[in-house]
């Protein structure tokens, strides 16, 4: 038939079309068949794309010798399908005369991506399972599906966000793999500038390595072995790293606060002139835990730390959550998260700290609720207590506030806002004069490798524009636009 229909003039044109349709009602007829485990599965999630793309390529494969226009129909049907919105949508809001209030749905696609690339390059059982080739065929099967995704800076954020809590908690499988990750990002295109950020991440680790060892070996000149032992510290460039300005105060134990001087004074020495800022949100240690059961290492945030050293001199003592929250200076929304990981922590069996009354979620803390240690606290192994052991309580906790998801969607939309607004001002610059459409289709261009600017944003951004007297319309076409110096 393929043969047939390519000899006469437009002939193949209905039977792209069909292909097209076919692709794109029974790829998501698929996704909403699976949409019970693939929403809450990002594994399962991304295998079911690239079992529809395997499919799909097949199909034209064999019906239609993998013919470029067809190979163009099934592409532009796998991105349809790819940045679908039926099966589940990430909200991100929408900017109106400098008031971000409405809510714009878009693909969670990208989101789900990045996820699964994390459970891939962090220590996890999967990564456990595979070996260095699986993983490494998995991650590149994950660019193949990337470069059918319309909004990659969505992919950028979420992916920049699990690389930074890895690299802090050390927590990669495998750091050659890491680093290979980010090349292979700069190779299917993504902005030089991001993945600049990424390599940078990498370099501020090996540094701080190197500065660790110097500031120990400055420790024990000093004869301070004690502290030498304990203390860990990552310099961090600001630039690369930060998602948010927004620093959370919080009062450290004394034997925390000690370190601090040290740290900035040997810095100083090395470096003249700038500035260290710290991050206790970043942070994290490990608190020994003993009572009668037995002695347990406790793996927690900087929060936790500041919750649970109250009771280092009071170990017995109920104390009111106004006292805690007075004790450790913390916002009382995360004064909130932090207690309600101590006292209700998914993973155990018999948790840290016990409260009254008993809570059904951190909003039913009042400033009465009494807080006290778990004498009886143990770890549970095949319904054994254990007398010696390790537990991780940070959990997602790590580098997250409150306020930080929408923060993040708050600052894609204000990303793309700068991003558009750069873009038009790149192609004026080097047009002087050009039509609207010529304008929206080379904007189109430059931006297709981080989001696909809408219509609406693209209108928004040129009256900015044009306000700042960066460009003015014809006054003869108003459909024309003329570059300012």
């Known amino acids: 038939m393929f043969k047939l229909m390519d000899r006469v003039l437009d002939g193949i044109a209905p039977m792209l079309k069909d292909l097209e349709e076919h692709i794109v009602s029974q790829g998501l007829a698929d996704m909403k068949a699976a949409a019970e485990y693939i929403t809450t599965d990002s594994e399962k ?28 129909s099934r592409d532009k049907a796998y991105k349809y399908v790819v940045n679908d919105i039926t ?33 891939l390059l962090r220590k996890t059982p999967l990564s456990k399972k595979l070996t260095s080739d699986e993983i490494e065929t998995k991650l590149k099967n994950v660019l193949l599906v990337l470069k059918y995704v319309t909004n990659k800076d969505v992919f950028m954020r979420y992916h920049k966000a699990h690389l930074t809590r890895r690299l802090i908690l050390d927590t990669s499988a495998d750091s050659e793999k890491e680093e290979n990750m980010v090349e292979w990002l700069r190779e299917v295109g993504m902005p030089a500038d991001y993945v600049n950020k990424l390599a940078r991440m990498f370099q501020d680790i090996k540094v701080s390595q190197t500065l660790n060892h110097e500031f120990k070996d400055t420790l024990y000149l000093n004869s301070k072995e004690s502290i030498a032992d304990y203390v860990n510290i990552k310099i961090l460039n600001a630039g ?26 040997f810095y100083k020495r090395k470096h003249n002139g700038r500035k260290l800022q710290w991050h206790h949100l970043m942070s994290n240690g490990i608190v020994t835990f003993s009572n009668e059961i037995g002695r347990f290492d406790i793996e927690v945030t900087t ?56 809570p059904k979620s951190p909003k039913d803390f009042t400033d ?68 609207n459409a010529q304008l929206q289709s080379e904007l189109v261009e430059i931006l ?15 009256e900015w524009l044009i306000e700042h007297k960066y460009m003015q319309r014809d006054e003869e076409n108003i459909n024309t636009f003329i570059y300012m110096a």
């Open 45 to 72: 999630y991304v295998e079911q794309l690239l079992n529809l793309f395997t499919r799909f390529s097949q199909l034209v494969k064999d019906a239609f010798s993998d013919d470029p226009r067809f190979l163009t």
């Open 87 to 119: 099966v589940f949508k990430l909200e991100l809001p929408t900017k109106q005369k400098g008031v971000i209030n409405k809510t714009q749905p878009e693909s969670k696609c990208p989101e789900l991506l990045a996820n699964y690339c994390d459970m």
């Open 240 to 265: 690369a790293w930060m998602r948010s300005s927004e620093r959370v105060p919080v009062s450290l134990p004394r034997e925390l606060e000690d370190y601090i001087p040290e740290v900035e004074e």
């Open 303 to 358: 929060f936790q730390m500041a919750v649970l050293f109250a009771w280092n001199q009071r170990p017995k003592e109920k104390i009111p959550f106004e006292n805690l929250k007075l004790a450790t200076e913390l916002q009382d929304i995360e004064l909130r998260r932090t207690l309600w990981s101590l006292v209700a922590f998914p993973k155990i069996k018999k948790q840290v700290l016990c409260c009254d009354p008993e």
């Open 368 to 435: 009465a609720t009494r807080f006290w240690i778990n004498q009886q606290f143990a770890l549970v192994k095949n319904s054994k207590l254990q007398k010696r052991g390790k537990i991780n309580l940070i959990g997602r906790l790590q580098l997250s506030t409150e306020k930080s998801k929408e923060e993040d969607n708050e600052g894609i939309v204000q990303l793309r806002i700068l991003r558009t607004q750069e873009a038009i001002v790149k192609i004026m610059k080097m047009r002087k004069r050009i039509t």
């Open 448 to 462: 297709k490798n981080m989001f696909l600017p809408s219509k609406k944003m693209i209108k928004e951004q040129i």
